[in-house]
């Protein structure tokens, strides 16, 4: 999976992560890469991590979380937030639904 255009630059700032390492970048693709489809499986659609909205701050949250080996915490301490996009994304798509009938 590509990553979208400045996105793992962005994730690399958020992460404070400042000095050239290839192979680190290589791995954080792979943990960006997954943490995309986490969240997208969250959501139960394609999000857009381009833009400053909960999609791209869970990814961000997601990474550091990885990074610090506590992956396992992550969704008890966002719990709140990925209901939340879950819930948004279902009524998005609702709305969307009965807005064609």
């Known amino acids: 999976m590509a990553l979208p255009e400045g996105l793992l630059e962005a994730v690399r700032n958020y992460l404070d992560i400042t000095w050239d390492d290839p192979a680190g970048d290589t ?4 943990i960006i890469s997954r943490g995309m489809k986490y969240i997208d499986s969250v959501a139960g659609e394609t999000c857009d991590f381009t833009v400053e909205d909960k999609p791209r701050e869970l990814l961000f949250d997601y990474c ?3 990074r610090s080996n506590a ?3 992550f969704q008890a301490n966002y719990l709140p937030e ?3 996009l879950q819930n948004q994304k279902e009524v998005e798509r609702y709305v969307k639904e009965n807005a064609e009938l």
């Open 27 to 30: 791995k954080l693709a792979g």
């Open 64 to 66: 550091r979380y990885v």
């Open 71 to 73: 992956l396992d915490e």
């Open 82 to 84: 990925l209901l939340t």
